[in-house]
């Protein structure tokens, strides 16, 4: 008997803040990294060596097991020309996919647009994080965004009087019904209705979930122990969102990044071994990335704003390696003091449309990029 073809699924992490690239994976026999770093370099016996040229610090060791087992892609140099180097622009670009306006809608929502286009099932993309993300947010596009742990998750949660609870919930129902007519009113009444029901959906996943997996006592893990309990609960869900930081390290950047890359590494340690353990690994891709990286030079104890960062690609199914080249360190190839970008993040956007969620491209990501090949 020919085992069911599972449906891919997506799980994106964002690192908000701007993750310094270059502490990231070092070039650790570039003399130019430490002459630009006295005060942030990683000290030689903090490396751990990837190959001759590149090495992970210490704090991202368990990523170093998805590295030596192959299922680990680090793509070099990620970015788009001209950086504006703000937070806010610069997530707004690798959200919307528009470099040169302001974009309406997100690439993600879109994607769930094409899966689910009548709006069949309200949890085919599951949030975890303080608000709905921009790369999701399209107008009548559902998204179930859970705030906190999902064990909490839902409307009234401290309501337990079911009488009570009914008739809450349907004062809500009435004053969320759309009006047509009204654009406002019609967005946040049609939000408000899919909000109950993706609550009444997601509501069901814990008590679903059954692992010995301990995830570590941190704000990532328990956001991707929330995506293990949906994804195993099997409830029709193909993307998933998170975010983690602030990386905006200006100041005291060593201890932290190396806590927040220390609870991201071991947080995806417990999520990986969770998902193999419960068969549920071999259709899920993960991709880490940040809105830019931090400057070449140090500021005497943290770094500035910068342009091209690193980008992560993890799985099960992924080609495991180096693609692109970092870009170089010496002065005269910096733009503005900052590593310039030579690999455009829509392809990166583009390889995961086109050869995992077997989806056209060119319409999300608002035209065609090279694709690194890190999925076969």
């Known amino acids: 008997m020919a085992a069911i073809e599972k449906d891919p699924v997506l799980v994106v992490v964002q690192l908000s803040g701007g993750n310094d690239y270059l502490n990231t994976v070092i070039p650790y026999n570039n003399g130019l990294y430490r002459d630009n770093r006295k005060a942030v370099s990683i000290g030689d016996n903090q490396i751990i060596h990837l190959d001759k040229t590149y090495g992970f610090p210490s704090f991202l060791a368990p990523m170093k097991h998805f590295w030596d087992e192959g299922k ?3 793509l070099h140099g990620v970015g788009y020309l001209d950086s504006p180097r703000s937070h806010f622009r610069s997530m707004d670009i690798w959200h919307t996919c528009e470099a040169d306006k302001v974009g309406t809608e997100g690439w993600l929502g879109r994607v769930v647009r094409e899966f689910d286009p009548k709006k069949e099932n309200v949890v085919t993309a599951v949030s975890f994080g303080p608000c709905l993300f921009r790369a999701l947010s399209v107008p009548g596009v559902p998204v179930a965004c859970v705030a906190g742990p999902l064990e909490t998750y839902g409307f009234l949660p401290s309501i337990q009087d079911k009488a009570q609870r009914r008739a809450m919930l349907d004062r809500f129902s009435r004053m969320y019904t759309p009006v047509p007519g009204s654009g406002v009113m019609e967005y946040l009444g049609t939000t408000g209705l899919d909000s109950l029901k993706g609550a009444d959906i997601l509501k069901v996943a814990p008590g679903k979930y059954k692992s010995d997996a301990i995830y570590p006592d941190t704000s990532i893990a328990r956001k991707l122990k929330g995506i293990a309990q949906v994804h ?6 193909r993307v998933f969102y998170c975010d983690h930081g602030s990386f905006d390290t200006h100041a005291g950047q060593n201890p932290i990044h190396a806590s927040l890359w220390g609870d991201l590494s071991k947080g995806l340690e417990v999520f990986m071994a969770d998902l193999r353990a419960h068969d549920g690994s071999d259709n899920v891709v993960v991709l880490v990335f940040s809105e830019f990286g931090r400057r070449v030079r140090d500021n005497g104890s943290g770094t500035d704003h910068g342009a091209a960062g690193v980008t992560f690609v993890l799985g099960d199914k992924i080609k495991g390696g180096h ?3 970092m870009p170089s360190l010496d002065a ?9 970008p030579n690999m455009d993040f ?4 583009s390889t995961i449309l086109e050869r995992w969620m077997r989806l056209d491209p060119v319409p999300i990501v608002n035209g ?9």
């Not at 005269?332 to 310039?340: A, C, E, F, Y």
């Not at 829509?346 to 956007?349: D, L, P």
């Open 323 to 325: 693609y692109g080249d």
């Open 232 to 237: 195993f609960a099997d409830l029709g869900t």
């Open 72 to 74: 680990l892609a680090i």
């Open 346 to 349: 829509r392809g990166i956007y």
């Open 332 to 340: 005269g190839k910096l733009v503005q003091g900052d590593l310039n």
């Open 368 to 376: 065609k990029y090279e694709q690194p090949a890190f999925l076969n």
